[in-house]
């Protein structure tokens, strides 16, 4: 007879969280109940019907029916290394095909450079709210996020003094989301110069996630390294966002051509050998994404825009909440002024119990859980968001009139 004992798992995972996909499992239960759920959790543009570029998903299909199937050299195809350190190079950002390396998303990115960096007990300085991978991935690898607050009084920019005063003789890494999840915010270029200047002084590596670049409403945002050719930076992206192809898990990651981040390079390229290759058929679509037509992003740059508008405009105007209007992306952080004793996550999980309207809590992407922030994914069609931003306005004054 076998044992009904559990098999235990690593303590690491009891740290390891992931709120966007986590308050999954109670949209179902409220399905089964038969209510209609609409999914503004998580930020995939394909299934509110934006179409990834034919001319990509063409090069991709030939490449498999050409027997493109193989295991591709660990780093990436040299015409996708070589068309991303074009790119970067034109806008300003030298980077040699070399210090290129093609990932699976930004997120393998993210990954193998939090891993390559920190030892455990080491610090790495996050943004306040934060992307949640990586929170995720310290928390596996053992470090230490250290939490620099955004300030929603001013857009949503960091302070820097804050941050400053975080930096110990540990911190080794400082992520900066720009253009923002989940806040739409973009930092103007004195900020990023501020930033660039702490890191440097305190001998930190910056780890630039510039994955919504081309998302900003008023144009593509110029990459950190432009303004610092020879600073400590490590910048990624991917052809998740702006290319629409978020299922292809296809990514990439620069390391600026500062000596000081040879061994880094090295020790990221080590580790990228360990898992072989990212998808193969996917890469032979980067240097034709980064070299060919980008007319899709004019009208899905367009369309963000509407779509910020009309958040900003219907969520500042229920009666308890506020919402900073995006300037880039598609994610809004409003917030809501909670009953004592109330928290982010109840009021998200009354909003989608009572109305199918699924967002995630604020304290996912590390915020305080009675700042009563929550994020929206904001790509359904302008009619639709018309429709929930009404339904979230009556359940919110219901909800602060009883609570
Ligand atoms: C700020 C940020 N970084 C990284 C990622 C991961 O993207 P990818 O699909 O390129 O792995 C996301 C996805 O939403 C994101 O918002």
Redesign the pocket.
């Known amino acids: 007879m076998s044992s009904t004992t559990s098999i235990p798992v690593a303590n690491r995972v009891h740290n390891f969280t992931y709120a ?1 996909r986590n308050i999954v499992a109670e949209a179902r239960a409220v399905e089964r109940r038969g209510l209609k759920v609409d999914y503004l959790n ?2 995939d543009p394909i299934p509110f019907g934006f179409k990834t570029p034919p001319a990509l998903v063409e090069v991709v299909a030939r490449a498999m029916t050409d027997g493109a199937n193989n295991y591709v050299p660990s780093p990436g195809i040299t015409p996708a290394r070589e068309a991303v350190a074009t790119e970067w190079s034109q806008r300003g950002f030298p980077v040699d095909p070399d210090r290129v390396l093609i990932t ?7 990954e193998l450079a939090l891993t390559a960096l920190a030892n455990p007990g080491d610090g790495v300085l996050v943004p306040m709210p934060t ?1 949640p ?1 990586y929170t995720a991935v310290l928390a596996k690898i053992g470090a230490d996020a250290a939490y620099y607050r955004t300030d929603p009084g001013r857009g949503w920019l960091p302070d820097v003094d804050h941050l400053e005063s975080l930096i110990t003789p540990r911190t080794r890494a400082l992520v900066l ?1 720009d253009p ?3 806040t739409g915010a973009v930092y103007p270029e004195s900020v990023r110069r501020q930033l660039l200047r702490v890191a440097d002084s305190h001998g930190l590596v910056i780890l630039a ?1 510039e ?2 670049g081309d998302l900003a409403y008023d144009g593509a945002v110029p990459p950190l390294g432009s303004l610092d050719p020879d600073g400590p930076i490590v910048a ?6 702006a290319y629409l192809a ?1 299922g292809w ?3 990439w990651l620069a390391v600026g051509r500062s000596p000081r981040l040879d061994d880094l390079l090295a020790a990221m390229k080590k580790l990228a050998d360990g898992r072989l290759c990212s998808p193969g058929p996917m890469q032979y679509a980067v240097a034709p994404a980064l070299n060919g037509d980008r007319s899709h992003q004019v009208a899905f740059r367009a369309a963000l825009a509407e779509r910020g508008r009309i958040t900003a405009t219907m969520l500042n105007a229920i009666p308890g909440m506020r919402c900073v209007a995006p300037k880039a ?1 598609f ?1 809004a952080l409003p917030m809501v002024t909670l009953p004592p004793g109330r928290t982010d996550e109840d009021y998200v999980l009354a909003l989608l119990r009572q109305t199918g309207i699924l967002c995630v809590h604020g304290s996912g992407f590390g915020v305080a859980p009675d700042a009563g922030s929550f994020r929206i994914v904001f790509l359904a069609a302008p009619q639709e968001l018309q429709k929930i931003y009404g339904d979230i306005g009556a359940f919110t004054a219901e909800y602060l009139r009883t609570a």
Do not use: C, H, W
Not at 104 to 110: F, M, N, Y
Not at 236 to 241: E, I, T, V
């Open positions: 966007i998580i930020g699976a998303g930004t997120s393998e990115g993210i992307y991978l989301i923002n999840n989940p996630d994955v919504y990624f992206s991917s052809l998740s966002k978020p898990r296809t990514g992306t994610y």
